[in-house]
């Protein structure tokens, strides 16, 4: 067993990675992942911090790697928010903490799991410990594309690009790894698109499965503007409750932690005010996590919803590609008899537009409206 | 307690949010004590920059005889200080002293409250004015009061004009009493206040969902002019196609059953089914995606935010007008 493991189909990036551990000629200060959601960014980053700390180059089992992995070695620091946003704050501490000298391991590793997230303020100010490195502090960026990350970051780090693994091997890793069923491990795969968190997610949760299908049944649920409306009102409706599932409990433990941290009595019904503000800060945080949960999960189902158009489309081109929802066939050769393939390049094109209206931060209702709409399949005169 | 009080009681509190209501209430309260001892002293004392033991300190006897009044403002803001020296004191009354409250809202001083009304203080509210009738409830009684008729309409215009804040409301209305003769009628308000709209984006969208390109655009503009951020224009745009929607959706039934179904307040599905006559599913949804493109254009996604909404209301507008035709 090997700390590559989990980088799945990566084969190019992995040998580049195994080379800058034994050749010290070959290695760099900074380094910048990019590749789609899920082609496993941030696992081969952590991978690589493994190797870097771990004696034997990577051997996967020893203490170095594992802690280096699961993110909790003292010398590897992994960045991830579940908000919007890195603020300059965040980015100014790391700048301190990139000067330490690695205190057990062999490198300082910083990992900025969402390097597309940090905001202009906070890469302006990562610039100059990415230019001037500190001997033994290694930088790894991951982001989506090369796009989303400032060009004078860019400049600075070295580029891997990692690609979409075969649906194959990732339900290859799921089988090995998580001891999930092969049949279900290929239809995880696939109608995740090869997304391997996503798909260990399908392939695991019976709710995760239900969702998917629900989404996909929209496709044919629309027939008037009415319904379309309705529709995306469900589909927002969906992700909020999911929300307030995942967050509820969690929201109320992180409260209940933070008043016995500041030693105040939990039950009282009014706290002094230097607690209140505490406790507000605290829920302001929450709720901008929850805000990206739901943005996510809608995004999500977005992405199901333009697989099966995709489906239908290649069934119309007659492409020799396999289908994404192998499962829902009937569903896709309805849609492919009542679309042609421009409507259905068009309903694609409307799923894309909404995605970047969410993400420019129109309401997602009003954008999911809009985008349903265009759904409706074409009046036959 | 039913024949007219003939003394103010020691202790007056003064509640409710509005505060031109509360300052009349005040100005009341001293007048009737003025009434009987036309040389009470008043005090007055804010919540904000309130030094430590100024209520003790004033309501203490002086040298000289005579009342006092203390009036103290804005109890929802007070410190701990004040609010102690507000409880001493209500525990121990002067007896040559009257001591006004005044609390706006919230629960902070609601302990100060407690007691004054547990010593049986005489309690006089200022309650919010809200909506439209409330105001034009409000208007009509300004000018009885002043022993002056005015009709409807012109109160309708006035509270058009300058109803968004009570106050402004209230000396437009005195202006009125003092600068014209006779019968108030809506010409009369026109030459004072005509061409002044309080224009929000609800009556924006309302225009626009009627058809109304004008009207639409002339009270975009005067939002724009007074300070009304375009954002909010554009959800309400889409707040209300969506509330056309999904009412023509529903079909036929009672609106009270409507709007449960549909988490809407009956008035809105009413509103609604009055405003679709001129609408179809085909209108809707292209002025729906010209609202969707606005949204994006006004965050940023588009050059000139107010643009970008006067392009989507003229869409609406158009859509609206050949789906009536169609």
Known sequence: MTVWRDVVGQSQTVATLQRAVSDPDSMTHAWLFTGPPGSGRSVAARAFAGALQCPQGGCGDCRECRTAMDGTHADVDVIATEGLSISVRQARDLVALAQLRPSVGRWRVIIIEDADRLTEHAANALLKVLEEPVPRTVWMLCAPSLQDVLITIRSRSRHLQLRTPPVKKVAELLVERDGVDPGMAMYAARASQSHVGLARRLARDEGARIRRRDVIAMASRITSVGTAVGAAADLVKIAEEESTAASTERDAREIAQLKEVLGVDPSARTQPPHVRSQIAALEKEQKTRAKRFVRDMIDRSLMDLLSIYRDALMLHTAAPVELINADGRAEVDRLARTMGPDDLLRAMDAIGLARERIEANVPPLLALEAMAIELRPPVRH | ?326
Request: glycine share 10%.
């Open chain 2, 1 to 326: 307690m039913s024949s007219p009080q003939t003394a103010v009681p020691p202790l007056v509190l003064v509640t409710g949010p509005e505060g031109l209501l509360a300052e009349r209430a005040v100005a009341a309260t001293l007048r009737e004590l003025r009434e009987l001892t036309p040389d009470v002293e008043v005090i007055r004392l804010t919540a904000d920059g309130y030094e430590p033991g100024a209520v003790g300190m004033h309501a203490a006897p002086s040298l000289f005889g005579g009342d006092k009044a203390i009036v103290v403002q804005g109890l929802e803001e007070a410190g701990d200080e004040l609010q102690a020296d507000l409880l001493a004191y209500v525990a121990a009354p002067e007896p040559s002293v009257t001591l006004l409250v005044t609390h706006a809202s919230g629960n902070r001083g609601k302990r100060v409250l407690d007691a004054m009304r547990k010593a049986k203080a005489r309690v006089l509210d200022a309650p919010a004015v809200k909506t439209d009738r409330d105001k034009s409830d409000f208007a009509t009684n300004e000018f009885r009061v002043a022993r002056r008729k005015a009709t409807p309409d012109a109160v309708r215009a006035l509270v058009e004009a300058v109803g968004q804040d009570l106050r402004e409301l209230a000396s437009a209305c005195q202006q009125l009493i003092a600068d014209t003769e006779g019968v108030i009628d809506e010409t009369v308000v026109l030459k004072y206040h005509g061409g002044k709209v309080e224009a929000t984006g609800f009556r924006v969208a309302d225009a626009a969902v009627a058809g109304n390109a004008g009207e639409s655009l002339r009270l975009l503009r005067h939002a724009i002019a007074v300070g009304v951020d375009p954002v909010p224009i554009v959800a309400v745009l889409a707040s209300q196609l969506r509330q056309l929607v999904r009412v023509g959706a529903a079909g036929r039934g009672r609106s009270a059953d409507l709007a449960r179904d549909l988490g809407m307040a009956p008035w809105q599905v009413d509103k609604a089914r009055r405003s679709l006559g001129g609408w179809d599913g085909e209108a809707l949804a292209r002025s729906i995606q010209a609202v969707a493109a606005a949204d994006q254009e006004v965050k940023g996604g588009g050059r000139d935010p107010v643009f970008a909404v006067e392009r989507a209301i003229l869409t609406i507008c158009r859509e609206r007008s050949g789906g009536g035709r169609g």
